[in-house]
């Protein structure tokens, strides 16, 4: 039994204060109480760990939605491509053609650990490099070595293992696989990791121009099989539009619910181009949004209608996709400034905590995961937030700081200014910026190894 005891702890709802949190062996949250009450029923000589954490605020870990990880070997390029298929076909497929196993987990291994000192404790791992170079497949190995990269520094994985049969590029060679291959490793990767807390295995087919609707339809309904949400990148760019129109008939968002696929467990990644029928597909369907402001902005896709998301009450989780930024706070904050650049008012989204749940709660939900959220049940997945840092001021001084703290997380602190420490399942991963799990200059030295 593990307890931490903070000034404040926030549950993802509402902050209690002078609470504990009391953790189990297998590092799952048992309760939420009052210091006074955890003395009666949890004495500290009786924890097998006792954290006493002062002048904190104990609140969920990020849970970034989506992370396209190999990706974060772009940053150097990132401003200088003319639009979005010039980035695909001038950087992103070159270097897809060139990456190998060790590439992969050195790239993972650089971004996960960003992530972690950045406060995300759970990552959604959009992964669609399965072939090896001359095409054929690796069997799963680089999901594994991406999946391996997650659990040597100590981060929550969700491999949401991308569905991809169709495309003639020559980059594309390492995404494409048959119809049945791909569910075949689907599902073979899924039992592998079946008995691993930490690690979740779930379909994505990747979009309506990367998978067939024979995939679409059979990735969704693996899902159901396995009992996962699916994910798939729609309606991302303007173009997306008369694609799904000249193809089907219909828009990206009409053919799920045509098929009959559109359902609870769909997660729609991006979601920018859809008009009021569309939204009001995905709102009655009980679907979910992963939204990914930075990276949509530094590709020219545009800007998702996250207000009419939030108004009728259609999760919407955050992702760092191309790994421009491996913060989420950053993400919450450009999601507001974003809306209000478009519709030239204040406060679209009018509330912290719906800035906040963007950053867990809802992150749970998209993963269909117990996370993102401290009550009973939950991982013991948390930051210790130091409510001293000068950061944090002049927020932490009120009476009542909790929309105040709230806001200057999310608008103003920098996360490494801020975040004291980071647990995953209570075990701390990371102290003052540095990683637990890692040495110094070991990252760097495995990305320099596998670039040499």
């Not at 491999?159 to 599902?187: C, M, N, S, V, W």
């Amino acid at each position: 039994m593990k307890r931490f005891d903070s000034k404040y702890i926030d549950d993802g709802h509402t902050w209690h204060a002078d609470a504990s949190l009391i953790l189990d062996d297998e590092g799952l949250i048992t309760a939420l109480l009052s210091q006074t009450q955890a003395d009666i029923e949890y004495p500290r000589e009786n924890c097998q760990e006792y954290h006493a954490l002062g002048n904190s605020l104990l609140m969920p870990g990020c849970i970034n939605a989506h992370s396209h990880a190999f990706q974060v070997l772009l940053r150097p390029t990132t401003g200088q491509p003319l639009h979005f298929q010039d980035w695909v076909d001038r950087f992103l497929y070159p270097l897809v053609l060139t990456l190998n196993e060790e590439q992969l987990y050195a790239s993972a291994l650089l971004v996960f650990s960003d992530m972690l000192r950045h406060g995300i404790t759970t990552v959604g791992e959009f992964f669609y490099v399965h072939n090896l170079e001359d095409g054929s497949s690796s069997h799963n190995r680089h999901a594994r070595a991406v999946i391996q990269a997650a659990r040597d520094v100590g981060l929550r994985i969700a491999l949401i293992r991308t569905l991809y049969d169709l495309g003639h590029k020559e980059g594309q060679k390492r995404f494409r696989e048959p119809l049945d291959q791909a569910l075949a490793q689907t599902e073979a990767l899924y039992n592998i990791y079946r008995q691993t807390p930490e690690v979740t295995i779930m379909p994505a087919p990747h979009s309506l121009h990367g998978a067939s609707k024979e995939l679409i339809i059979a990735g969704a309904e693996l899902a159901q099989q396995l009992n996962t949400p699916w994910h798939i990148h729609l309606a991302e760019q303007q173009s997306d539009i008369p694609f799904a129109q000249e193809r089907y008939g219909l828009s990206p968002v009409q053919c799920l619910a045509e098929w009959g696929v559109l359902n609870s467990r769909t997660v729609l990644v991006h979601a920018i181009w859809l008009n009021e029928t569309d939204k009001q597909l995905v709102k009655d369907a009980g679907a979910s949004i992963a939204y990914n402001p930075i990276t949509n902005m530094a590709l020219g896709d545009g800007i998702a209608d996250i207000p009419w998301w939030h108004n009728h009450g259609v999760p919407v989780a955050l992702g760092t996709d191309a790994n421009i930024q491996a913060d989420l706070f950053a993400e919450a904050r450009t999601t507001e400034y974003l809306q209000r650049s478009r519709k030239l008012a204040m406060g679209v989204i009018p509330e912290a905590r719906s800035l906040a749940h963007m950053l867990n709660v809802h992150g749970g939900t998209v993963l269909g995961l117990p996370v993102g959220q401290l009550e009973p049940g939950y991982h013991g997945d948390f930051l210790v937030i130091d409510l001293s840092a000068e950061a944090l001021l002049p927020a932490s001084l009120g009476p009542y700081p909790e929309v105040p703290v709230l806001n200057q997380l999310i608008f103003s602190a920098p996360p490494a200014q801020v975040i004291r420490q980071v647990f995953v399942d209570g075990e701390e991963v990371v102290q003052n910026g540095q990683l637990s799990r890692l040495n110094p200059g070991q990252v760097a030295a495995e990305l320099e190894r596998a670039l040499a």
